[in-house]
């Protein structure tokens, strides 16, 4: 049987993952975070302490897979639940760094593939429309200002002791996205068949209403 697949990529901080989460929800699709999977090899190269040359050959024993436990994603490294430690700002830097890697990329193509083949999901990403999922039935570009996304983040964190300053969030917003959109391998870039959706101005429930809206006029 054919599986509905719905590709949403855009810049980190543009709200990709709650309102995929929150669409897939009202959809009864599966949500796939594919950054938590480039994470994870991070965190693994980072504790193994990997050099990039041996990068392709440890890979072989990383063994990073997504489960669903009540249709949310957790990301395992071997039996060992990695979901949480791979949200620190130091992860998000060295995930940007290795994700630019060629068998970083190649390594995690075909796990992605392989659950879109599977289940009807809502991927979201960096590359899914133009590289991961080039046939899917519907793509998304999700995107939001630097500084709106920066002054989401900075509230997000505000109530933590140890909260950086917003200036230094969207230094590192801007840093990332740099990264992300100037790598040679799978830059982020809206795929020419994208419907761009631009979450500057709305919440959330109203960019979760804009993408359904796309999704409905596509396959509804
Ligand atoms: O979406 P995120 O912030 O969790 O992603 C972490 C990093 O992984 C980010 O720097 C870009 C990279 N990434 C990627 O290259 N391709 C994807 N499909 C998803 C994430």
Redesign the pocket.
């Given at each position: 049987m054919k599986t509905i697949n719905i590709a949403i990529d855009g810049p980190?901080g543009a709200g990709?993952?709650t309102i995929a989460k929150m669409v897939s929800a009202k959809l009864g699709y599966i949500y796939v975070?594919?950054?938590?999977?480039?994470?994870a090899v991070a965190l693994y190269i980072t504790e193994n302490n990997i050099a990039d040359e041996d990068i392709e050959k440890a890979l072989a024993g990383a063994d990073v897979s997504l489960r669903f436990v009540d249709g949310a994603q957790r990301v395992f490294l071997g039996d060992r639940d990695v979901s949480d430690l791979i949200r620190t700002p130091a992860i998000?830097m060295a995930?940007?760094r290795t994700?630019a890697i060629p068998a970083v990329?190649a390594y995690l193509f075909e796990t992605q593939q392989k659950i879109a083949r599977e289940n009807n999901i809502l991927m979201?990403?960096?590359?899914?429309g133009t590289v991961?999922l080039p046939n899917a039935d519907v793509k998304i570009f999700l995107t939001a200002s630097a500084e709106e996304r920066a002054n989401r983040r900075y509230k997000e964190l505000a109530e933590k002791p140890d909260c950086p300053p917003y200036e230094e969030i969207l230094q590192d917003i801007i840093k990332?996205d740099y990264?992300?959109m100037h790598r040679e391998i799978?830059p982020?870039k809206q795929a020419e068949d994208a419907v761009l959706v631009d979450t500057t101005t709305l919440n959330l429930e109203e960019s979760a209403e804009a993408i359904i809206k796309v999704i409905n006029s596509k396959i509804g």
């Open positions: 980190a990709k993952s975070d594919t950054g938590a999977l480039y994470r998000s995930a940007s994700s990329r979201d990403g960096r590359d899914i991961v990332r990264a992300d799978s982020l």
